[in-house]
């Protein structure tokens, strides 16, 4: 626990720094970030007998990145309408070894990683010029969305989970995740919508859509939290890759430590 603690300063610190400090940095860090979840996506399912376009994704995702770091979104939209042809045409000329649902599983990946973590960069660098004054000094307006988004999703895990633990009683869908109960959602949509409707008075934004976004980050979220627990359930943890966070704070991989964040970068 105590390990599980430093490291998780430490990469509080860290996230911090990196979203503080923006630019080439921030955008390095999303396109690594991308580039290691796609590993893990292809590896997990490498494990399964399924061939994946590991080469093509690489080059979709920096292809996607770069589309973000430029601001263009016609760029972005050529750019994954290409990916998808690049690997619809691998499962033709290669198709002994890549099938259709090779490429089918590939595209899904790629676009689930790609368009986040783009979204990610172009919201960090949105309205430079913006300069929003707080307490704490003066926020870029794409920094305070970051925060928002960042904060807003810990908020509803946080919530989510001492509320559940502490008076639920009725489960939500025992189906996907036995855990989860109707009390820890319901804690998590109260506790975040008052969380971020905060941040927009900290921020000096209209409050009223700050609630609203803060009851929608909620939803998403568990619905984030449900979908990590069904990536898990279709890999065997014994066949998670060997590159992996999972003993970085006790998150896991890279990719299930997104998932319910990355919905919100394409969503803000």
């Given amino acids: 626990m105590i390990t599980r603690i430093i490291t998780g300063v430490i990469g509080i610190a860290l996230a911090a720094f990196i979203i503080q400090t923006g630019g080439t940095l921030f955008a390095g860090f999303a396109l690594v970030l991308s580039l290691v979840a796609w590993f893990e996506y292809a590896r997990a399912f490498s494990e399964r007998g399924m061939a994946l376009t590991m080469v093509t994704g690489f080059l979709g995702l920096a292809l996607l990145w770069y589309a973000g770091w430029q601001g263009n979104a016609e760029l972005m939209v050529a750019a994954s309408a290409l990916i998808v042809l690049v690997v619809l045409l691998e499962s033709v000329l290669l198709r002994s070894a890549v099938s259709i649902m090779d490429s089918v599983t590939s595209v899904a990946g790629i676009l689930y990683f790609g368009f986040p973590f783009t979204f990610m960069v172009m919201l960090r660098n949105a309205q430079p010029d913006v300069q929003i004054a707080t307490q704490l000094g003066d926020f870029a307006f794409g920094c305070a969305m970051i925060w928002?988004?960042?904060?807003?999703?810990?908020?509803?895990?946080?919530?989510?989970?001492?509320?559940?633990?502490?008076?639920?009683?009725?489960?939500?869908?025992?189906?996907?995740?036995?855990?989860?109960?109707?009390?820890?959602?319901?804690?998590?949509?109260?506790?975040?919508?008052?969380?971020?409707?905060?941040?927009?008075?900290?921020?000096?934004?209209?409050?009223?859509?700050?609630?609203?976004?803060?009851?929608?980050?909620?939803?998403?979220?568990?619905?984030?939290?449900?979908?990590?627990?069904?990536?898990?359930?279709?890999?065997?943890?014994?066949?998670?890759?060997?590159?992996?966070?999972?003993?970085?704070?006790?998150?896991?991989?890279?990719?299930?430590?997104?998932?319910?964040?990355?919905?919100?970068?394409?969503?803000?």
Wanted: charged share 10%.
């Fill in 148 to 268: 928002i988004m960042f904060i807003g999703t810990w908020a509803s895990d946080t919530f989510a989970y001492f509320t559940g633990s502490a008076i639920g009683r009725h489960k939500l869908c025992p189906s996907i995740s036995p855990n989860k109960t109707v009390e820890g959602f319901l804690g998590s949509v109260v506790g975040t919508t008052a969380v971020v409707a905060g941040l927009g008075v900290f921020f000096s934004l209209p409050v009223q859509e700050m609630a609203a976004l803060g009851l929608a980050i909620s939803i998403l979220a568990t619905l984030g939290r449900s979908g990590r627990v069904l990536w898990q359930n279709a890999i065997p943890a014994s066949r998670i890759p060997a590159i992996s966070f999972r003993d970085m704070a006790g998150y896991g991989t890279a990719l299930t430590a997104c998932c319910s964040r990355r919905r919100w970068f394409t969503i803000l």
